[in-house]
């Protein structure tokens, strides 16, 4: 034999371990996925780094080289990770937030005849906080006349000194009410807990989970109780799987109507408040079938640059952009430096009017 020859018909063994060795792993992930589901059934969790440990010990003692202990245990881990993998991403596919087919929509439609979710483009706006009746009045004005139909009437503000203003409660509310009815619009509020339920009930059409409450698990399944559309926010440093999570927990409690909104992620970036994720929100899109909102202010912290970002926010395949407008930005209670003054908010509606 040449040792060509004698290549060739080594390379052949090596092709037929692939093989076999390939056949090995599919059977193994089939098992595993069998475990996960046993697991579920008893409530534990996917990840059992006891069990891990256990698998490379006994692998440890198995061995008889020529590969190194070390080597075989990156190999198995690598395989450990590979099937939890592989776990998570079957457990994903079975979320009601997930998009399973690809023209699968939600679409949201407001007792004053808002719809969001449809293709189109939404605008939520408004004052960062309700400050005053005339306030509100002077904003809802400006942006009824450029056809805004959702607006933001926050009464409760989660600052973050105790000492800042905490907005006006429920006086806040029953103002933005007031004025949203005068013009035609829907009304959406944050809500700070599940015991405030009841009085939203009485003047919100939407809901809205502020970053900082997205993992509240509990004020999150109430909401999905109640039979009006939740807005839900990005958290902090929330990453999309976490977001969608949190999606889910209102979604499977009995609410599917929710609208996603990305507001920027905390990065090392200090020229803006937080970096918008714009990869994040075509990602959304991808991935479920919700109507996902960009928050062009609290992204930016900043309102030179509300136009490009509603442009990226539109050419990315959002349902709509949230802004705050402001009478005078200035002396405005919070978020002074990123509420548009009318002016700017009608000149962005102008830049939104014109092709990208
Ligand atoms: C808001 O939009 O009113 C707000 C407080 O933003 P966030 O929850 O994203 O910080
Ligand atoms: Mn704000």
Known sequence: MTAQDRLQELRSQVDTINLQLLDLLSKRAQIVTQIGKVLEELGGEHYDPMREAQMLTALEMANKGPFSNETIKALFRELFRASLALEEQQSRAKMRVQRKAKDERTIIQLPNGAVIGDGSFQLVAGSCAVESYEQIDEVGAALAARGVKIMRGMAYKPRTSPY?????????????RQVANKYGMAVTSEIMDQSQIPLFMDYVDVFWVGA??????????????INRPVILKRGLAATLEEFLYAAEYIVSSGNPNIILIERG?????KWTRNTLDVGGVAVLKLESHLPVVVDISHSAGRRDIAK????VAKAVGADGLMVEVHPNPPVAMSDAKQQLSIPEFNDLMDDLAAPI
């Open 308 to 311: 490009p970002l509603a442009r």
């Open 212 to 225: 900082r409450n997205m993992q509240n698990s509990f004020l999150l399944k109430a909401l999905g109780k």
């Open 164 to 176: 800042e203003f905490q907005g006006l409660g429920e006086q806040g509310l029953q103002i933005a």
């Open 265 to 269: 992620i905390r990065t090392f970036e």
